[in-house]
């Protein structure tokens, strides 16, 4: 199926019954040892490893959490443009994406508590390849920014509940 | 190196001069075909794929973007239980976190320019096993929702730039 059958197919679906686009994903993340942490994700048959480097007392067996964070907006980034682009009729030959985030450890290790945790700044550099004009990808990308899933994560707040069981 | 070293460790390069504190990750993200993407960590030598389920126009090689959102905060928070157990002294045998997220395609496809285009709920289920009692776990639970990265970038807004090249 094209991106654009997918889209009129989703359109379809989802105009019969709104319903239809309530997707729910679940992923399981178990320790192994240390900071090696093994991922599944739920339903489809996916896996994958999780590790800090030797610096941060791993074995730098994967890349790590805030690294993964990163990638998935990059990723996001560069489906985001190849669906915008196939609805909006604009030809795209290639897309790269490099995401860049920066981390203060005082607020990971608690040095000091008035330090956020997470990336104080994320930059986002898309490389665009094709016959359009700038313009017309300048469009592109204002479409990709107001729609794209991990892009709205990092810019807006989550509502994200914690439980524990022990 | 133990986790309790590397603090240690951290401590003493942050106290010496504050700036050791500053780190910065990088992923570059390259479309292979469709919405299948490739994905190279910077500096460690670590790559892995991305890409959609059927459904939304993918061939299911890999996990999609949102999953490595979810995975991104469950790894994190195992990590993060894992640092601040061995900070506090709280002896902890195994942990377990399950997260799901709940999004509407409505805004990803912009059917709807009022619904959010990433998570609208997510949920993290955290299992601990361990000798302690659970009031040792919920301080730790505490302790780790307050420094965990990820958690962090779910719950507040990330300044997120985006640039393009075209």
């Not at 019969?16 to 399981?28: E, L």
């Not at 990059?74 to 030959?93: E, K, M, N």
Request: aromatic share 8%.
């Amino acid at each position: 199926m094209s991106l654009t059958e997918v889209i009129d197919g989703t359109q379809a679906a989802v105009t019969a019954d709104p319903k239809n686009a309530a997707v729910s994903f679940t992923t399981t993340n178990d320790l192994v040892s240390g900071t090696a942490t093994q991922v599944a994700v739920a339903v489809r048959d996916h896996s994958f490893g999780v590790d800090e480097p030797a610096v941060l007392g791993g074995g730098d067996t994967s890349a790590n959490p805030v690294e993964y964070a990163l990638a998935a907006l990059g990723s996001c980034q560069v489906i985001t443009y190849q669906f915008w682009a196939a609805r909006l009729g604009i030809r795209l030959d290639d897309v790269s994406v490099k995401v860049d985030g920066d981390l203060d450890l005082h607020g990971f290790f608690g040095f000091d508590e008035t330090t956020r945790a997470g990336f104080g700044d994320v930059r986002v550099s898309v490389t665009l390849t094709g016959p359009e004009s700038p313009e017309r990808y300048e469009e592109l990308k204002r479409h990709v920014d107001q729609h794209c899933p991990v892009l709205d994560l990092f810019r807006n707040p989550t509502p994200t509940k914690t439980e524990l069981t022990a």
